[in-house]
């Protein structure tokens, strides 16, 4: 018997990345592990992960974070994963693929998921170094180690990736430049005008643009020094990224004779399969047509296919959508149907625009009107295509409706209309079930709802495992969370909007229950209203309450703050802390100024001036930090709240004093407002800014509130937001005077206070207000609550009881002793090291993230009890750390159980010493820590990780003697620097 008959039937598929993976997961859900052999090959070290998101590693996402699955569950379902190895030919006489190291492996059927890589156009230089493509994580890491030693970078395309490329650079810190040959960025999304929108929004993020452009060269004799024009000059670069676009990986196809495109691309028909009917292909690399798709969501309705066929079902791909929905720089940017209709001179199409260049919504519908009826008049139009960019609300909707030819009930317009647009951003409620709502996964509406009903599913998590909404670009997850509450609530079931696992409230409740009740401590809270030990969800949650209430002083409430607030400095890399002044409107003497550099230089503090006016010093160690803030306040500086969820800045213009377009004193209007909400706690920080006409040199509009001059007064904007998500502000007063504009943003802010999430900026919550911004007007404006004197009165009550955080610090002996590293003792961490750079000093690099490797086990023979600390050093509910040699111990008093835990000091994600200023709680009654750099979660019991099971931290045994503290530990040498698994 030969080999071939011997075995189950053996599928082959060539590539690991999404499409390849999916294909893994619907062999799976069709049971075909059960009867095929199935192997699988990717040339990367790591399983697929997600190419939709990978710029999110730049923002601390990392590479497990983006990890789609592991090799564990290709192990659990009987599939073969051969990591690291690449398919080097195909042998189609005798049914096998060949690997670079020369295995031989046959098949019964090969599946080519081999996708697509980077156009590198072929001009001198590319091979320099300095110059990168942007396709994987390796390609990102070492990106992100050249920009180490970078200043200007240059992305050559402006297409999709390319400007996914040029958010990375900023996320570097880098000067990022776009050259794009066509005359608009994303030349295949975007017609010229909403390009130009998008040109014009990108800019203000700091990215330069040059369009119409083509690099000729890449000059430098060993590494990237400039790029080469057809004009010159040539223009200075440090580093260049290739994102002209992708090509098919079809090489393996065309090498072993089967069809391909004249552009490339492996022909395949509509069962998928190649001009060899044991060779299918799929993704990326595939031709179906004439069209080669380079988006996630028809290579995932190709595996489909490609399942079912095998599964025996008659599947056919049909074509695709090219209908998406990105966010670019944060810039909401959509397309849908034929969305080039107008352009390419198809008749009898229409449009319907909204242009509204001060918000930077641009909304394009493209119509056609459908046969007129009987009577001579037709009652409404087909949408043929569309393109959004600032205000993708409608698309859901407008795309679904383009999928189905469905005819478009009133007036166009009224579909979209700028932001907010009414009909097609209804609510999903009102959606009928055949309505698609995941374009990825083709899930829609009905089918959400059925799984939610027939699976009692009541988490987003559950749904998305149960029917893969949201699991691919991510554009559609508010969307499914709407359908969840609705079915939830349809069901009679009730929707968890709970804190967390020990209050099942939700912070709105929680505030009032604090308020109303008089409640004063987080204990007392958790005693009255909660349950189990609390964590760092909802223990910062209730001090930002009780602080919003009352006004307390946050150290005094030390254990249930982040670092930030328990150490009133923003904790930074390597565990030091940043120290940044207020400077009320950006408006500060000369003499303050050289107080500043005379306190940056004799604590060895890097300077930088921040993006809110104010000088920030960053690299003070934590005990450090009272004897700098004592200097600090005995010059006339207050606390300026950077550490805090609190009011931060009040940016502001030089005003009429000083500019000869200024209408209003913008200076003086904004020290009035920083002073008065100085200190203010909320969901999230606080931006502010007063510009002093509308030339708007403060940026007032992007800020939670922004205040704008005009001849008769001041405009006042509300809910904008910079950042990743940028939101114009709304106009809610015109030619208000001085006191009007101050009564409505105290009526604004203690709303929003008292009813967003924790960690909500004042932008996300009027979106999911009901009503927007029409609603909170009636709030504020027309008091249609009836409410606005309690706010104004809460606000009055906060304002009149303010009082600088540092100076009660540095005033007070038994304050200051907080601010150490080791238990009762002032000695300062010795684990931090520094380099200098531009004659400053910052952090030794991270190194790069890598889960910890197994080490020897330390017997527990050599073990013995070592005193570290008196009771006394230790606070209740809190921790701190101590030294056994050259290591770091983290020990924590956990008052609330009577119980003390013992484990290393040092993070094993990011190895800085900085675990014992976590802050405590329990997860299904496990004590845990979170860790303050990235709040990863680790049980003090057992050491596991809880929130990332590839780390785990060393425990140790404690034992209380009196009022000695001592804990059993391996002998000082064997224990190192970074303590080493032990067994006990």
């Known amino acids: 018997m030969n080999e071939t008959a011997a075995r189950p039937e053996r599928i082959v598929v060539v590539g690991n990345g999404m499409v390849g993976h999916r294909l893994c997961e619907r062999l799976v859900e069709c049971g075909l592990h059960e009867t095929m052999e199935i192997v699988v090959y990717g040339e990367e070290p790591r399983p697929a992960y997600d190419r939709v998101h990978l710029s999110e590693y730049f923002s601390g996402r990392g590479a497990e974070e983006l990890a789609l699955t592991s090799t564990g569950w290709y192990r659990d379902h009987g599939i073969e994963l051969r990591l690291n190895q690449a398919i080097t030919s195909i042998d189609r006489d005798r049914c096998e693929v060949v690997t670079e190291g020369g295995a031989r492996v046959a098949y019964d059927r090969l599946v080519l998921a081999t996708g697509s890589s980077p156009f590198v156009p072929p001009i001198k230089g590319v091979d320099l170094d300095g110059v990168f493509v ?19 970078a240059a992305v050559i395309g402006g297409g999709l990736l390319g400007l996914e490329a040029a958010k990375a650079l900023l996320d570097l810190g880098l000067e990022a430049h776009v050259v794009e040959f066509s005359d608009r960025l994303m030349p295949r999304q975007l017609d010229p005008i909403g390009g130009g929108f998008l040109l014009r929004a990108i800019e203000k993020l700091g990215v330069t643009v040059h369009l119409e452009s083509s690099a000729q060269m890449i000059v430098g004799e060993h590494r990237v020094e400039s790029l080469r024009f057809a004009n010159p000059p040539d223009f200075p670069v440090d580093m260049v990224i290739v994102s002209a676009g992708i090509r098919p990986r079809d090489e393996l196809a065309r090498a072993a004779g089967l ?34 798709y380079g988006l996630v969501g028809p290579g995932y309705e190709m595996a489909d296919v490609i399942a079912r066929r095998l599964s025996g079902e008659d599947a056919r791909f049909s074509g695709a959508d090219l209908s998406t929905q990105l966010k670019l720089l944060g810039v909401d940017v959509a397309s849908f149907g034929d969305y080039f209709a107008d352009l390419e001179g198809r008749e009898g199409i229409h449009s319907a625009v909204v242009q509204d260049p001060i918000s930077g919504v641009y909304q394009k519908l493209l119509l056609e009107r459908p046969a007129a009826e009987s009577d001579g008049e037709s009652d409404g139009a087909r949408i043929v295509g569309g393109i959004l960019v600032g205000d993708t609300s409608p698309y859901m909707r407008l795309a679904d409706a383009t999928r189905r030819g469905s005819i478009l009930p009133g007036r ?46 009541d988490s987003l998590d559950a749904v998305k495992a149960c029917t893969r909404a949201g699991t691919g670009c991510g554009g559609c997850v508010p969307f499914v969370s709407q359908i969840l509450s609705a079915e939830l609530a349809r069901s009679g079931r009730e929707v968890d909007a709970s804190l967390c696992e020990h209050f099942r409230y939700t912070r709105g409740e929680l505030f009032q229950i604090v308020k109303l009740g008089r409640i004063e401590s987080f204990d007392a809270l958790l005693g009255s209203h909660g349950s189990g030990d609390g964590c760092e969800v909802c223990r910062p949650a209730v001090a930002s309450i009780l602080a ?76 450090q930090l009272p004897a700098i803030w004592e200097e600090l306040v005995a010059a006339g500086f207050e606390s300026g709240h950077a550490y805090g969820k609190a009011m931060r800045t009040v ?57 704008i001059a005009t001849e008769n007064g001041w405009n006042l904007y509300l809910c904008g937001n910079g950042g990743s998500s940028p939101r114009h502000g709304d106009l809610v007063l015109a030619d208000a005077p001085d006191d009007e504009v101050i009564r409505v943003i105290d009526r604004f802010l203690m709303y929003y206070i008292q009813t967003a999430k924790p960690l909500q900026r004042s932008a996300r919550w009027l979106e999911e207000l009901p009503g927007g911004i029409d609603t909170l007007k009636k ?55 520094f380099v200098r750079e531009r004659a400053q000093r910052r952090p030794v690099d991270w190194p790069d993230e890598a889960p910890p490797t197994p080490v020897e086990t330390v017997p527990e023979q050599s073990w013995s009890w070592v005193r570290v600390a008196a009771v006394a050093d230790f606070p209740e509910n809190g921790s701190a750390a101590v030294r056994h040699g050259s290591a770091q111990i983290a ?54 990780g809880l929130s990332d099971p590839r780390y785990s931290v060393q425990t140790f045994p404690v034992r209380v003697d009196g009022e000695d503290v001592y804990l059993k530990l391996p002998p000082a040498e064997t224990l190192g620097a970074e303590p080493v698994a032990c067994g006990h």
């Open 412 to 457: 166009p317009v009224d579909w979209i209309g700028g932001v907010g647009g009414a009909g097609a951003s209804a609510e999903v409620g009102d959606w009928d079930d055949e309505s698609q709502v995941c374009s990825c996964n083709n899930v829609s509406k009905g089918q959400i709802a059925a799984a939610i009903a027939e699976q009692d599913l």
């Open 779 to 833: 709030v504020i404006l027309d008091d249609s609550l009836g409410i606005c004197s309690q706010l104004e009165a809460d606000m009055r009550a906060l304002v009149d009881s303010f009082h600088c955080e540092w100076r009660d610090v540095v005033e007070s002996p038994e304050l200051r002793r907080h601010f150490r590293h080791f238990a009762g003792s002032e000695e300062p961490d010795d684990g931090v090291h």
């Open 651 to 707: 940016k502001s213009c030089i005003g009429s004093t000083w500019c000869r377009y200024g209408v209003q004193d913008s200076t003086a209007f904004a020290i009035r407002v920083e002073e008065r909400y100085r200190g203010l706690r909320a969901p999230h920080k606080l931006k502010s800014a007063v510009s002093g006409c509308i030339r708007e040199c403060a940026e007032a509009q992007n800020k939670d509130f922004g205040i």
């Open 548 to 623: 919003s209430s009352w006004n307390d002083l946050v150290v005094r409430h030390e254990n249930i703050q982040d670092t930030n607030d328990r150490f009133l400095a923003n904790i930074q890399r390597g565990g030091t802390y940043s120290v940044i002044p207020r400077v009320p409107g950006g408006e500060i003497t000369p003499d303050k100024l050289i107080v500043l550099g005379e306190i940056a230089k004799r604590y060895d503090l890097y300077c930088k001036i921040t993006g809110g006016q104010r000088i920030d010093l960053l690299g003070a160690r934590v005990e």
């Open 134 to 152: 942007y396709r994987t994580i390796d390609d990102l890491g070492a990106i992100r180690g050249y920009a180490k030693r970078s200043r200007r």
């Open 259 to 292: 069809t391909v495109g004249e552009r490339g691309g492996i022909q395949v028909d509509d069962a998928l399969v190649t001009s060899d009917p044991r060779i299918l292909a799929v993704g990326e690399c595939a031709l179906h047509r004439g069209s080669v």
């Open 891 to 944: 020990v924590y008093r956990f008052s609330r159980r009577g119980e003390w835990y013992a484990i290393q000091n040092r993070c094993p994600h990011r190895k800085d010493n900085v675990l014992a200023r976590g802050l405590l709680g329990d997860q299904a009654g496990e004590p845990k820590v979170a860790c303050p750099l990235h709040k990863k979660t680790f049980s003090l019991a057992s050491g596991k």
